[in-house]
């Protein structure tokens, strides 16, 4: 932004806003990134060792966290701690399940004979 501020004024004039909202765009996701390093480091658990590469459970918590979003998830089973609604419930990130989610969208399946 500073070259265009110096360069080119007329097109600074209307990218100064957007410049803006890219800049505090830049801050959430570095405050995303954090959460997803805080997350996989405190709740070790929630990696599953069949599955190399970088795990998307950290991510929707963090994601949930940071912007208020609800998180969806049907996990359950033993070590709940370490599954998603766990890991939510104790970071204070809303979690439901699919059906719940349905419901709130106002979604009804019908049998056909």
């Not at 709740?43 to 459970?57: E, F, I, S, T, W």
Request: aromatic letters at 6%.
């Amino acid at each position: 932004m500073d070259e265009l501020q110096s360069r080119w004024k007329a097109l600074y004039k209307k990218c100064s806003r957007t410049g803006l909202v890219l800049r505090k765009q830049a801050e959430m996701i570095q405050e995303v990134v954090t959460l997803v390093g805080e997350i996989a480091a405190d709740y070790r658990l929630m990696r599953k060792p069949h599955m190399p590469g970088n795990p998307a459970d950290p991510w929707l918590i963090a994601l949930g966290k940071h912007y208020g979003y609800t998180v969806v998830s049907d996990e359950r089973g033993p070590n709940s701690a370490a599954k998603i609604p766990g890991v939510c419930r104790t970071l204070g990130v809303r979690c439901i399940d699919r059906h719940a989610f349905a419901r709130e969208l106002g979604i009804t399946l019908t049998a056909r004979p």
